[in-house]
Every structure is written in C-alpha cells, then in structure tokens.
C-alpha cells in the first residue's frame, strides 16, 4: 500500500504540480492535458508539412505563447505545451524535447540547433518516493539571442543569460551567465563574448 504523501494536502496533484511540488504523474487529469499536447503536436507536424506559416494556429494552441516570427520545426515533443513561451524572432530546429512540467522560457532571437532537450522534471533519490511515481519540476529560462548548439541537454532549474552560447552536446546542470561560451559534460565556461 501507498503512503498517503498528501494527507494534509487538499491540492490536486495538477495544482502540486503547477506549483512544483512533489505530485503523483498518474492522474486522469494530467493524462488529459498530456495526450492533447500530443495530438496538437502530430497537427503541428502534419499541417507543417503542407504549410509552415499555415500551421501557426496549431502551435499557437499548443504553447502558452508564441512571439512573431518564430519558427519551429517539427516534430516537436512537449508534455503539455502551456508551460512553454517563445519570444520574437527565435528559431527551434528539428527534434526539441521540452518537457514542461514547470514553466520554459525561451526568449528573443534564440537558435536551438536539432535534437535539443529541455527538461523541468525532476525524481526523488530516495527510493521509495521514486518508485511511489512522485515527481516534481524546476523551471528553465533561456535568455535573448541565446545559441543552444544540436543535442544540448538543459537540466531543471538553468537559467541560461543573454547571449549564451552552449555548445553541441553540452550537459547544462548549472545556471549559464550572460555572455559566455559553455562546452561539455557538465557544461563549463570556456570563453567571455
């Protein structure tokens, strides 16, 4: 049997979630928010093919916000898509994983390369919350005129300031200062721009 983790909790485990704290995954509600990201995402990808400016609406729906002239490639795979914005003028190539749990912010005049990961979740390390299937989240932000190189892997809770550039198949663990070049596993500053 299950410990009751929110006795004295009467939040739903979508409100837990929304607020970062630990919920359970396994709820009806968040299924349903899940599989409408899903299938807004298949629409993207489907209306993409036949008309990259037609399929606007549909991305529009997916995320909480979507500036102009942004331009997302698909597929695009999100966990529910309304805890994504995009700012202005931003390009995402093919293959972006962002798993919104918490909120990701992308800003202005970003380029994110292929096969990008963002990823808010977060697991217990102790393992019976683990395997109880708790989680919670930390948010992602990505500053303006930010270059996240092909198959970058965000962690929960970065930051990554202006103008950052974050080369191809870095692991960014830690927050990212404005200004910087950061390479490897775990990323590290290498250069000031």
Known sequence: MLPDYFADDPRTNVERMLAGDLYIADDPEIARRQQR?????????AAYIEDADGARPILSDLLASVGEGVDVRPPLYVDYGSNITIEARTFINYNLTALDVAQINIGEDCQIGPNVQLLTPTHPV??????DKLEAARPITIGDNVWLGGGVIVCPGVTIGDNAVIGAGAVVTKDVPANIVAVGNPARSVRNL
Do not use: H, T
């Not at 990201?37 to 990808?45: E, H």
């Not at 102790?126 to 395997?131: I, T, W």
């Open 37 to 45: 990201a899903i299938q807004l995402a298949a629409r993207y990808q």
């Open 126 to 131: 102790e393992p019976g919350p683990r395997r």
